[in-house]
């Protein structure tokens, strides 16, 4: 098996009648399934999947919001596996470092509709605060506002009108949303700490008498500037304009 701190590691069962393959991001994993010969047999009806801190005692299992007519939301895959071949796993031990395993378990349906599992497949991935530790760290917010885990927390799309503006002036904009602090924490990831972490720790200083207005300015200034030289200018302008569809 690959090193654990690699960015894309497989499955290590060869009898399992799927691959797996595991590709780490920003706190978060894409599994991706693919079935070894031909087509799943009609009695497949999906995978559950599970994760494990090295320090945790058991594993956690992820859970799902669709499931099979008449089942409740938000059970256990286990009870309601996801019915595709590739899922974005969000820990909620998301930046507790270390070392995780994560099984994926294909299920059956017999006539009845009792589900039972097939074989597994396992791989260890290591989730690190910084993208290449000491070298470089490419923070971003969460974009998925339409997925299960910001729905369960903060509820569906009309949730996010009350936290972030759309035809509003920004500048004035107030978030109305009775969970707005969790919420804009969440959404704002690991690039919302960094730049609040610039902003206090001038802040402070300032209040501390350290600094005057022009340094705490400057300190502000010095302290974006060392993020966006993180990644380069011209990486970040690069990425800014085809996010727009602009070609140069």
């Known amino acids: 098996m690959p090193g654990v701190s690699d960015f894309k590691v497989n499955g290590g069962s060869a009898s399992a009648q799927f691959t797996l393959t595991l590709y780490r991001g920003e706190g978060m994993v894409l599994a991706a399934m693919n079935w070894r010969h031909h087509e799943p047999p009609k009695d497949f009806v999906g995978f559950a999947i599970e994760y494990k801190h090295?320090?945790?005692?058991?594993?956690?299992?992820?859970?799902?919001?669709?499931?099979?007519?008449?089942?409740?939301?938000?059970?256990?895959?286990?009870?309601?596996?996801?019915?595709?071949?590739?899922w974005v796993i969000f820990p909620y031990q998301n930046f507790t470092e270390g070392e995780y395993t994560f099984r994926v378990t294909p299920m059956f349906m017999d006539e009845h509709g009792g589900l039972s599992p097939g074989q597994s497949q396992e791989a260890k991935l290591e989730f690190l605060r910084e993208t290449y530790p000491g070298q470089l760290n490419i923070t971003f917010t969460r974009g998925f506002v339409l997925s299960q885990a910001?729905?369960?927390?903060?509820?569906?799309?009309?949730?996010?009108?009350?936290?972030?503006?759309?035809?509003?002036?920004?500048?004035?904009?107030?978030?109305?949303?009775?969970?707005?602090?969790?919420?804009?924490?969440?959404?704002?990831?690991?690039?919302?700490?960094?730049?609040?972490?610039?902003?206090?720790?001038?802040?402070?200083?300032?209040?501390?008498?350290?600094?005057?207005?022009?340094?705490?300015?400057?300190?502000?200034?010095d302290g974006w500037n060392r993020i966006t030289d993180q990644v380069g200018k011209d990486k970040q302008l690069a990425a800014y304009v085809a996010s727009l569809g602009v070609q140069r």
């Open 54 to 86: 090295s320090a945790a005692a058991k594993f956690t299992v992820a859970r799902s919001t669709k499931n099979f007519a008449g089942g409740p939301p938000n059970e256990p895959s286990t009870k309601a596996p996801f019915q595709r071949f590739r």
């Open 150 to 221: 910001f729905v369960r927390r903060y509820g569906g799309p009309d949730a996010v009108e009350t936290l972030i503006p759309s035809t509003q002036d920004p500048l004035t904009f107030k978030p109305t949303h009775p969970d707005k602090d969790d919420a804009l924490e969440w959404m704002g990831f690991e690039a919302r700490a960094n730049i609040f972490d610039v902003l206090d720790t001038a802040i402070a200083q300032y209040l501390a008498g350290e600094l005057d207005e022009a340094g705490t300015e400057q300190a502000i200034a």
